[in-house]
């Protein structure tokens, strides 16, 4: 069965640091990857999709970017965190026809 | 860019009460999915809808694909503790289009 990893759970970063999230799945190849952010109590932001290795597509102008560097992994990162950076972030992946299965997601503050 | 509305944005119930929510789009969808999800949480999938009038249950939850493209609705019916959490739904355009648009999401809490 399919799987997805996301870690860590929960990160503090002080402003100017760097950040980098990872998101992996296991159990299906060449899926479509996403990564979301989502605000206290608002919906869910696209940032990033992937349809495969190296294929980044950018939804959001900001200072967070994102690579693939394997079929099932999915990073993001940021240089130099900013304060409106904190969130919850999510990463999600699918096969075509299906819906998202998401990751359990990173909470993320930033000081 | 593409906007899904959906209502209440917050719902408080009773325990046994049945629940309904819905979303709205100027554009036609092409595949409706409604998600769960619970405190710390991501989402989780409840139900797919892939065909226009398509009316389709999970258990006690039951969702429809308007007839129009152009909207969703959900029901819960005789509501539970465990029902509490933010309920999204979310759209794809087109075919092929690798992206979901999400609704803002409907809060429901139930008073004891």
């Known amino acids: 069965s399919q799987t997805i990893h996301q870690w860590p759970a929960t990160l503090v970063q002080p402003v100017g640091s760097p950040l980098s999230l990872e998101c992996t799945v296991e159990?299906?190849?060449?899926?479509?990857l996403y990564w979301y952010r989502q605000a206290a109590g608002r919906g869910l932001q696209l940032l990033f999709y992937?349809?495969?290795?190296?294929?980044i597509s950018s939804e959001v102008p900001q200072n967070l970017s994102a690579s693939r560097p394997q079929d099932r992994q999915f990073i993001l990162s940021s240089k130099k965190l900013l304060l409106s950076d904190s969130g919850f972030y999510l990463c999600?992946?699918?096969?075509?026809?299906?819906?998202?299965?998401f990751g359990s997601g990173t909470r993320l503050t930033v000081v | 860019g593409q906007q899904l509305n959906q209502s209440p944005q917050s719902m408080f119930i009773q325990e046994g009460e049945d629940v309904s929510m819905n979303c709205t789009s100027s554009?036609?969808?092409?595949?409706w999915l409604w998600y769960k999800q619970d405190p710390g949480e991501g989402p989780v999938l409840l139900i797919a809808?892939?065909?226009?009038?398509e009316l389709t249950s999970n258990g006690r939850l039951t969702a429809q694909f308007g007839i129009t493209r152009k909207d969703s609705f959900l029901n819960i019916s005789a509501s539970i503790p465990s029902d509490v959490g933010i309920y999204f739904c979310?759209?794809?355009?087109?075919?092929?289009?690798?992206?979901?648009?999400f609704g803002t999401g409907t809060r429901l809490t139930i008073i004891p």
């Open positions: 979310a759209g794809q355009l087109l075919a092929g289009n690798e992206k979901l648009t």
């Open positions: 809808l892939y065909k226009a009038g």
């Open positions: 554009s036609i969808f092409n595949t």
């Open positions: 159990g299906t190849s060449n899926p479509n």
């Open positions: 999600a992946w699918r096969i075509r026809g299906y819906g998202y299965t």
């Open positions: 992937s349809v495969g290795i190296g294929q």
